[in-house]
Antibody, heavy 120, light 103 residues
Framework: QVQLQESGPGLVKPSQTLSLTCTVS??????????WSWIRQPPGKGLEWIGY???????YYNPSLKSRVTISVDTSKNQFSLKLSSVTAADTAVYYC????????????WGQGTLVTVSS | DIQMTQSPSSLSASVGDRVTITCQAS??????LNWYQQKPGKAPKLLIY???NLETGVPSRFSGSGSGTDFTFTISSLQPEDIATYYC?????FGPGTKVDIK
């Protein structure tokens, strides 16, 4: 059974960089059949795709966030990471790491989510 | 960019009722449409992929149909545990969600 677990600070100051890591267990991040994504959800609002990374390192970023987002992968640790720079209160959200399937873009496994609050 | 709309934004129905949610894409997306259920405080759960395929382990009262720009998600007999928000998704875009409550 694949499991994903987010980790990182729950509080970030405005203008700083939000950093989260997702640890994958029960499956290899190097499997070619999946993409590894970050998705966020502001409190009381809908879901927003931040971006994804393939095990090879190729990435896709949401155009609305592209200038501030970096997603990286460490296959040796079976982890992938998110960095979001110059955060504001609008970046306060539950951040999910997730696995999505090549071909149908269905997100079949999700982390439990971690709330990141941007506040001074 | 492809935009996704859902209707209604919320609904109330009785246990045992048939519930239908629609999702519309701003352009033809073939059958590349997935549906999720999200309960409060939980991560979303994949229910339907490729418009009409039931994900393994998902009860058969859930179903999906459609292609092109217009899609439908149906709960054939609403159960108390189905209270949740339902989202459609196409590639990197989610619909705004439909909140389902018990009347």
């Amino acid at each position: 059974q694949v499991q994903l677990q987010e980790s990182g600070p729950g509080l970030v100051k405005p203008s700083q960089t939000l950093s989260l890591t997702c640890t994958v267990s029960g499956g290899s991040i190097s499997s070619g059949d999946y993409y590894w994504s970050w998705i966020r959800q502001p409190p009381g609002k809908g879901l927003e795709w931040i971006g994804y990374i393939y095990y090879s390192g190729s990435t896709y970023y949401n155009p609305s966030l592209k200038s501030r987002v970096t997603i990286s992968v460490d296959t040796s640790k079976n982890q992938f990471s998110l960095k979001l720079s110059s955060v504001t209160a609008a970046d306060t959200a539950v951040y999910y790491c997730a696995r999505d399937r090549d071909g149908d873009w269905a997100v079949d496994y999700w982390g439990q989510g971690t709330l990141v609050t941007v506040s001074s | 960019d492809i935009q996704m709309t859902q209707s209604p934004s919320s609904l109330s129905a009785s246990v045992g009722d048939r519930v239908t949610i629609t999702c519309q894409a701003s352009q033809d997306i073939s059958n590349y449409l997935n549906w999720y259920q999200q309960k409060p405080g939980k991560a979303p759960k994949l229910l339907i992929y490729d418009a009409s395929n039931l994900e393994t382990g998902v009860p058969s009262r859930f179903s999906g149909s459609g292609s092109g720009t217009d899609f439908t998600f149906t709960i054939s007999s609403l159960q108390p545990e189905d209270i949740a928000t339902y989202y459609c998704q196409q590639e990197f875009t989610f619909g705004p969600g439909t909140k389902v409550d018990i009347k």
